[in-house]
């Protein structure tokens, strides 16, 4: 095969891997020299990046080049669509990295992060390979990448004891946006609730605290919960929740378009709202009453004689709101 043609193959290889390709990758595919490959970097084909791996000098940028570019150096000898097929894709980006890529929280990614189920070492810098346990379930493609999901992503960064505010702002995200639902999130907080100075295995205690910490109304919660139990497609879900966070940009009819086909699910709405709703008129009737504008209501005494502030009571209200949708 001539030289040319050889190139041809590593050009179309590296544009159906988003631009990237490993030496390894180029030679067992296509058959390429180490001294083909070179002059293809004198001619300005393909641009250097690391030993091993190269990308096409004339593509779009790419905003996740990095990320990119340290999943296919876990695997060098494999394509990515090979990779993409098993269970588990030698490994996938996760903790900070995958939170960013899934646009929860506000964490500051200063590096990459993956999680092999294997000990894997890379000479990249800036890159971190954890070691653990992954299944089908535990990822899901962003970008043509894979990602840990919203709720794995929440364990990881749990059980990597991220602070408390930072995991509390991608708690808030996965819940209002619909990604996760409340029993999900309780569950993956659970076994790290200890740590983070909660009794041991309370996860519904650990979250509500990080709720309240987020300043997530528990009417909004409830509403964000209910559409990601009982939409009944994913778009739908998608299209109740995505603004949910910002009350005046809540696509409230699409939220009741997607439940007036079920009666039993609209009932189940009510009830969660109202819930959540008595729970924050009691909280709001406490804070007007003898406060300014602005102020926090001071401590009350609960029957059992411990004192209650306001955040303690919007936290309950999750709990409640909870309660009423079983």
Do not use: C
Not at 85 to 95: C, E, N, R, W
Not at 230 to 242: H, S
Not at 302 to 309: C, E, L, N, V
Request: proline share 3%; hydrophobic share 45%; no cysteine.
């Amino acid at each position: 095969m001539r030289s040319d043609s050889r190139a041809a193959q590593v050009v179309t290889l590296a544009a159906e891997q988003g631009g990237v390709v490993t030496s390894r990758q180029a030679r067992a595919v296509t058959s390429v020299s180490v001294q083909q490959l070179k002059r293809m970097v004198d001619s300005g084909v393909l641009e250097r990046l690391h030993h091993g791996l190269y990308r096409l000098a004339r593509m779009p940028e790419d905003v996740h080049l990095e990320e990119r570019v340290a999943w296919l150096a876990l695997d060098p000898d494999a394509v990515v669509w090979e990779r993409l097929d098993q269970p588990v894709p030698t490994g996938v980006l996760s903790h900070r990295t995958a939170a960013g890529l899934l646009g929860l929280g506000d964490l500051d990614a200063d590096v990459v992060e993956l999680t092999a189920t294997r000990r894997i070492r890379l000479s990249l810098p800036e890159v971190i390979v954890h070691r653990g346990v992954l299944s089908r379930e535990d990822w899901q493609l962003v970008d043509g990448l894979p990602v840990t999901t919203p709720v794995r992503t929440i364990a990881d960064l749990a059980a990597a004891g991220t602070d408390a505010g930072h995991l509390a702002s991608v708690v808030r995200d996965a819940l209002t946006r619909g990604l996760a639902t409340v029993e999900e999130v309780v569950a993956v907080l659970s076994p790290h609730a200890f740590d983070y100075g909660h009794r041991a295995l309370d996860g519904q205690g650990f979250l509500e605290v990080l709720i309240a910490q987020a300043g997530v109304p528990a009417t909004m919660l409830a509403v964000a919960d209910f559409a990601r139990k009982n939409t009944t497609t994913a778009a739908g879900a998608t299209a109740a929740t995505a603004s949910v966070a910002d009350a005046g940009q809540l696509d409230v009819a699409a939220l009741m378009k997607a439940v007036t086909e079920s009666p039993q699910a609209r009932d189940a709405l009510m009830r969660s709202l109202a819930a959540a709703l008595g729970q924050s008129t009691a909280s709001d009737t406490s804070t007007s009453t003898g406060t300014g504008t602005g102020e926090t209501a001071p401590a009350s005494q609960s029957a059992d004689g411990t004192s209650t502030t306001g955040s303690d009571r919007t936290a309950g209200s999750v709990r409640s709101a909870k309660a009423a949708d079983r």
